[in-house]
């Protein structure tokens, strides 16, 4: 599902309560808004919602990988996102967590953990696979393959040190589902693009499909390594879609 709305909030198409409206102040007194963001105009926004990520997982009861996804693009480029995964449980017995990730200015709601150094580590989709996307992950060659649903989990996934890549050679995703974890996963130094290498454009007038993949790698990871390992085959049909 996508909101392609300009960020002025219609007050009367929420309750009152729903709504904040006063800005944080204590928290803008320590952080200084980046200065690339300072002067921008609200044509300039688009926010990319996807309010159930992980849908088959929802329908199957692994509810810990059911995200809520906002992405802020800005320009056509994924800038700032929020994670929330409301069933996930901490230690604390507190239920439900929030990441953020605004680029160039770093993450929260989250510690990253780098993923072990001695073993190569990829996640996947569970539900959406086929050929190409085998062919891809066979080329990696990694030690273990985590098959999870959920664009938004599986960049947790990156962020909490399980996976070192997140590799979906698909059309399947859209940009719903990528522009706030590209912009988290970003945030925290990894990279999210197209199985080209390319990132995508979430501007207002883009189409909804990824059609040429989701490759994103964490920080401390070599995107190109990976890239140039991708077989010239899965390159191809992910170029015709
Ligand atoms: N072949 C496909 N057809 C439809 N949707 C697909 C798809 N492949 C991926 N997706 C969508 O991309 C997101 C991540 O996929 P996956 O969970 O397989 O990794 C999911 O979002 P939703 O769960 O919000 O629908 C999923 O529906
Ligand atoms: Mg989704």
């Known amino acids: 599902m996508i909101s392609k709305l300009k960020p002025t909030v219609q007050r ?3 309750p009152d309560d729903w709504l904040i409206t006063e800005s944080n102040t204590e928290f ?12 921008l105009k609200e044509s300039d926004v688009v926010i990319w919602v996807d309010p ?13 990988r059911v995200t809520v996804l906002i992405g802020i693009a800005i320009n056509d480029r994924a ?32 510690l990253p953990v780098s993923p072990p150094s001695d073993r190569f580590l990829v996640t996947t989709t569970r539900s959406h696979s086929n050929v ?15 098959r999870v649903g959920g664009a938004g989990y ?21 940009k719903w589902d990528t522009c706030a974890p590209e ?13 080209l290498g ?23 990871v070599s995107h190109d390594d990976i890239l140039s390992k991708i077989p010239d085959s899965v390159k191809q049909a992910m170029k015709q879609d």
């Not at 803008?28 to 002067?39: F, G, I, S």
């Not at 159930?52 to 810990?64: I, P, R």
């Not at 190409?132 to 030690?143: E, F, G, K, N, T």
């Not at 990132?199 to 401390?220: E, M, Q």
């Open 183 to 195: 912009a988290v996963l970003e945030a925290n130094g990894g990279t999210l693009t197209d199985m």
């Open 52 to 64: 159930l990520d992980g849908t088959s997982e929802y329908t199957q009861g692994f509810l810990e």
């Open 132 to 146: 190409i996307v085998q062919s891809a992950l066979d080329a990696l060659a990694p030690d273990e393959v985590l």
């Open 28 to 39: 803008l007194e320590k952080h200084k808004c980046p200065e690339t963001l300072a002067d």
């Open 198 to 220: 390319r990132h995508y454009r979430y501007g207002k007038d883009v189409r909804f499909p990824n059609s040429s993949g989701v490759l994103g790698t964490v920080a401390g």
């Open 154 to 174: 599986k960049v947790l996934q990156l962020l909490e040190g399980k996976a070192h890549a997140y590799v979906f050679a698909s059309a399947g995703c859209k």
């Open 12 to 14: 009367n198409a929420v």
């Open 79 to 110: 800038v700032a996102g929020v994670i929330h995964q409301p069933y996930y449980k901490a230690e604390s017995g507190d239920v439900g967590r929030t990441i953020w990730g605004l680029k160039g200015y770093g993450t929260g709601g989250i």
